[in-house]
């Protein structure tokens, strides 16, 4: 048997090592593990037992990284979309959404972006500088109703 042969203890230290910087999602986890050995099997079976064993959890995982694009001022979309690029499964991305919308104010995070972006010029002159700021607004993964409401705030406040 060759030394360097990846085996499920090595496979599970180097799995443990990542988690212990941060969460991962299961599918992050597989692909970093996969990336430092080819045994597709082995990296399966131990993630699977990290998971029994309640060090990996896809739940824990997409609550964290909810409340960290909420802070960084990203939207729903946005945040739906990440995760599903990581691997979490729409279930449970709509219950991290759903307990981040009772503690959010999805229109006061827009207003909150926008501001910081573009600072209180409120009036918006031309066709061409809203679009600017309704494109940064959405690619922020904001609603077309969080859009309506910044702007009818900046309406308001002028």
């Given at each position: 048997?060759?030394?360097?042969?990846?085996?499920?203890?090595?496979?599970?230290?180097?799995?443990?090592?990542?988690?212990?910087?941060?969460?991962?999602?299961?599918?992050?986890?597989?692909?970093?593990?996969?990336?430092?050995?080819?045994?597709?099997?082995?990296?399966?079976?131990?993630v699977?037992?990290?998971?029994?064993?309640?060090?990996?959890?896809?739940?824990?995982?997409a609550?964290?990284?909810?409340?960290?694009?909420?802070?960084?001022?990203?939207?729903?979309?946005?945040?739906?979309?990440?995760?599903?690029?990581?691997?979490?499964?729409?279930?449970?991305?709509?219950e991290?959404?759903?307990?981040?919308?009772?503690?959010t104010?999805?229109?006061?995070?827009?207003?909150?972006?926008?501001?910081?972006?573009?600072?209180?010029?409120?009036?918006?002159?031309?066709?061409?500088?809203?679009s600017?700021?309704i494109?940064?607004?959405?690619a922020?993964?904001?609603?077309?109703?969080?859009?309506?409401?910044?702007?009818k705030?900046?309406?308001?406040?002028?």
């Amino acid at each position: 048997m060759n030394t360097n042969e990846p085996t499920p203890a090595s496979i599970r230290m180097m799995a443990m090592n990542l988690l212990a910087m941060r969460e991962h999602s299961a599918k992050e986890l597989r692909v970093k593990l996969a990336r430092k050995c080819n045994r597709d099997e082995l990296i399966l079976a131990v993630v699977e037992k990290l998971q029994c064993d309640g060090l990996q959890s896809d739940s824990r995982y997409a609550a964290a990284y909810t409340n960290m694009r909420l802070r960084q001022g990203k939207g729903a979309q946005i945040i739906r979309l990440e995760l599903r690029e990581k691997g979490i499964n729409d279930e449970l991305i709509s219950e991290c959404l759903i307990n981040a919308v009772q503690d959010t104010d999805w229109n006061s995070l827009a207003l909150k972006a926008y501001q910081k972006k573009f600072g209180d010029s409120h009036t918006v002159m031309d066709l061409k500088e809203k679009s600017k700021r309704i494109r940064f607004l959405t690619a922020r993964g904001f609603s077309a109703t969080n859009i309506q409401y910044v702007f009818k705030s900046l309406i308001k406040a002028d």
